[in-house]
């Protein structure tokens, strides 16, 4: 079993910051990327930033500039430093990750249940 769980959503005003973690744990043999996606109400799942094993780095361009990706390899852990949040950057942020869980296995694609952020004044 492998369980994805986010943390560090909450509400903030604009202008301000959250971190948001997600680790993955369970069986794990290697993690080839780890991903940030968010929904907002009434629109699709877009993908926010991504991090692979080696450390390459994407970001859509409406967080370029704003959000951090990084990540803790020994913990499968990725954070996502959110600054200058936008009321638009509001939305359930879910960590994806591609894991494979053994030597010979082939990769999986496992999400998270979601941590919601709200930007409001």
């Known amino acids: 079993q492998v369980q994805v769980v986010e943390s560090g959503g909450g509400l903030v005003h604009p202008g301000g910051s959250l971190r948001l973690s997600c680790a993955a744990s369970?069986?794990?043999?290697?993690?080839?990327?780890m991903k940030w996606y968010r929904q907002a109400p009434g629109k699709e799942r877009e993908l926010v930033s991504s991090i692979t094993s080696d450390g390459r780095t994407d970001y859509a361009d409406s967080v370029k500039g704003r959000f951090t990706i990084s990540s803790d390899s020994a913990k499968n852990t990725v954070y996502l430093q959110m600054n200058s949040l936008k009321p638009e950057d509001t939305a359930v942020y879910y960590c994806?990750?591609?894991?494979?869980?053994?030597?010979?296995?082939?990769?999986?694609?496992?999400w998270g249940q979601g941590t919601q952020v709200t930007v409001s004044s």
């Open positions: 994806n990750a591609i894991i494979r869980r053994y030597a010979s296995g082939t990769y999986f694609s496992y």
């Open positions: 369970g069986s794990i043999f290697s993690v080839n990327s």
